[in-house]
């Protein structure tokens, strides 16, 4: 079975005269779209607590990640 992106399946097919063939970049993308995919249905399970943790842990990196920076160059604290 080819995997395929909901993004490839609503492109349409370029008349552009090109050596990139579809099908074979696909073949060549398999094993990282399966990984992709097993990851998305791994993050889709997590419980209500480890999603909780894990956006504890996201905040807190970047209040530590703006500490670090300069006033008026802080990445997530100024709007």
């Given at each position: 079975m080819i995997l395929q992106s909901k993004l490839d399946q609503n492109t349409p097919i370029s008349t552009h005269k090109s050596t990139w063939n579809q099908?074979?970049?696909l073949q060549k993308n398999q094993k990282a779209m399966a990984i992709?995919?097993?990851q998305i249905q791994e993050y889709q399970n997590i419980s209500d607590e480890?999603?909780?943790e894990r956006q504890e842990i996201f905040e807190n990196l970047?209040?530590?990640?703006d500490a670090e920076r300069p006033q008026g160059q802080k990445l997530y604290s100024e709007v």
């Open positions: 099908q074979e970049q992709l995919a097993q480890e999603s909780r970047k209040k530590r990640m």
